[in-house]
């Protein structure tokens, strides 16, 4: 495993596919969590997030890198923890909001990159994305999003593994007509998850309030993992 900067490690396809490698060395190492890859194939993203890494980029000599993270913790929502407020139960009674889950990823990313500055979910990484798409019969990336009046005002970027969704990247609107409709989009794509049979969703990195206030508790590193490949179907 090569080394580049401070102590970030190379995680390659075959690292990231070897189960001895993942459970001698990597998964107990506490002292680190994010790797680097210069792989942007479909195949070596599937593995990474199977193995329950979640990616994202950065530069590094001005070379695009993939950083896979096995976090520390972990954000996971169990479906009968969902809080509903009632500043939100108000309006999912007021509003008819209709979730959209498709496989047309370009304008929930459009809007995320215009409501983040320096976001990491770059064309090449989105490109890799779409490249994962009918590969593999235990992987899919969605979106989800919620309109009003035709207009995108929130929606997120995720995939699904065996009975788990993972969180990458989301956005809602700023304007104020617009306030909770961010955590309307989570509510009921939380609700649409739990009808359909899933075990939980997967909201990655657990030190943004909103997580917990949706109902998520924090998992360490080795009582997530167990977790995640009993729900995932997959072997580390």
Avoid at 84 to 110: G, H, M, P, T
Wanted: charged letters at 25%; proline letters at 2%.
């Amino acid at each position: 495993m090569e080394n580049i900067q401070l102590g970030i490690h190379n995680l390659s396809y075959e690292d990231v596919t070897s189960p001895q490698l993942l459970l001698d060395v990597i998964y107990p190492n506490m002292y680190k969590n994010y790797y680097w890859s210069d792989d942007f194939s479909a195949k070596y993203y599937i593995a990474q997030a199977k193995a329950g890494f979640i990616a994202v980029t950065d530069i590094y000599e001005d070379e695009e890198l993939l950083l896979p993270e096995i976090q520390f913790s972990y954000a996971l929502l169990d479906f009968k923890d969902l809080h509903i407020s009632k500043k939100l139960n108000k309006l999912l009674n007021k509003k008819y909001l209709k979730l959209e889950i498709s496989q047309n990823l370009d304008e929930v990313v459009e809007n995320i990159n215009a409501s983040h500055k320096n976001c990491w979910l770059t064309p090449r990484y989105l490109n890799m994305l779409k490249s994962t798409q009918n590969l593999d019969d235990n992987f899919q990336i969605i979106s989800v999003a919620i309109r009003e009046n035709d207009r995108l005002i929130a929606g997120e970027l995720g995939y699904i593994i065996g009975k788990t969704y993972t969180s990458l990247s989301g956005f809602s609107s700023r304007e104020k007509e617009y306030h909770n409709y961010g955590t309307a989009q989570l509510v009921l794509l939380a609700q649409h998850l739990e009808e359909n049979g899933f075990e939980f969703w997967n909201l990655g990195q657990a030190y943004m309030t909103y997580k917990l206030d949706l109902g998520a508790k924090i998992y360490e590193r080795e009582s997530f993992l167990k977790r995640w490949f009993e729900a995932t179907g997959t072997t580390s």
